[in-house]
C-alpha cells in the first residue's frame, strides 16, 4: 500500500481480511462457561483478562504459521477496539494513547507467558500464568479455577494447530 493510498483511504484496510478472526476472539472470550464454571469474574477487567488469554492463544497459533503479519494486524485491531472501550467509559483524548499503550504492554507481557506454556504444552507453566493474570469471583477456589481456565486455553489451541491457514483467516464457528 503506497503512503499516498494510506493518507488518502483509497486502498483497502488490510485488517479487514483478519477482522473475522478478531471477532471469533472476542466471541471466545464471552463465552459465559469460563464466567459461570471456571469463576471468572465478570467485570471489565475480568473480560479484559480472558480477551488477552484468548487471543494470545490465537497468536501463538498464527506465529507458527505463515500469517506473521496477520498477527501484528490482529494486535491493531485490539488496539483499536480498546480505545474505542477506553472511550466510551469516558477516558478524554489526553490519556487514552497512554492507557492504549498499558494495555498493549499487558498483552506483550501475557503474550510471553502463555507463549512458552503453549507451545510447550505444560499445562502447569499455564495453569501458573492464568492464576496471576485472570481477575476472578471473590471467594472463587483461584487455583482450581485457573487449571479450569488453563485446560480451557490449551484445548483451543490444540483445536487451532488442526487448521490451515485459511481455515484460521476465515475464523469459522467450527473452532
Known amino acids: 500500500m503506497s503512503f499516498l493510498s494510506r493518507l488518502l483511504g483509497t486502498a483497502p484496510d488490510p485488517r479487514e481480511n483478519v477482522r473475522p478472526l478478531w471477532h471469533r476472539v472476542i466471541e471466545l472470550a464471552r463465552d459465559p462457561a469460563y464466567y459461570a464454571?471456571?469463576?471468572?469474574?465478570?467485570?471489565?477487567?475480568?473480560?479484559?483478562?480472558?480477551?488477552?488469554?484468548?487471543?494470545?492463544?490465537?497468536?501463538v497459533r498464527i506465529e507458527a504459521s505463515d500469517l506473521r503479519a496477520e498477527s501484528a494486524l490482529l494486535a491493531e485491531l485490539f488496539v483499536e477496539d480498546?480505545?474505542?472501550?477506553?472511550?466510551?467509559?469516558?477516558?478524554?483524548?489526553?490519556?487514552?494513547?497512554?492507557?492504549?499503550?498499558?494495555?498493549?504492554?499487558?498483552?506483550?507481557?501475557?503474550?510471553?507467558?502463555?507463549?512458552?506454556a503453549l507451545n510447550a504444552g505444560d499445562m502447569?507453566?499455564?495453569?501458573?500464568?492464568?492464576?496471576?493474570?485472570?481477575?476472578?469471583?471473590?471467594?472463587?477456589?483461584?487455583a482450581v479455577s485457573a487449571a479450569m481456565v488453563a485446560e480451557r486455553l490449551m484445548k483451543l489451541s490444540?483445536?487451532?494447530?488442526?487448521?490451515?491457514?485459511?481455515?484460521?483467516?476465515?475464523?469459522?464457528?467450527?473452532?
Open 37 to 59: 464454571d471456571c469463576s471468572v469474574a465478570d467485570t471489565v477487567a475480568g473480560r479484559f483478562d480472558l480477551i488477552t488469554a484468548v487471543l494470545s492463544t490465537v497468536m
Open 82 to 116: 480498546m480505545d474505542g472501550q477506553l472511550r466510551e467509559f469516558g477516558v478524554n483524548d489526553v490519556v487514552v494513547g497512554k492507557r492504549v499503550g498499558k494495555l498493549m504492554s499487558v498483552l506483550g507481557g501475557r503474550l510471553g507467558a502463555y507463549r512458552s
Open 158 to 175: 490444540q483445536r487451532l494447530a488442526r487448521f490451515s491457514d485459511e481455515e484460521m483467516l476465515k475464523a469459522s464457528a467450527i473452532w
Open 124 to 142: 502447569e507453566k499455564l495453569t501458573g500464568a492464568v492464576g496471576r493474570n485472570v481477575t476472578f469471583t471473590d471467594g472463587a477456589n483461584e
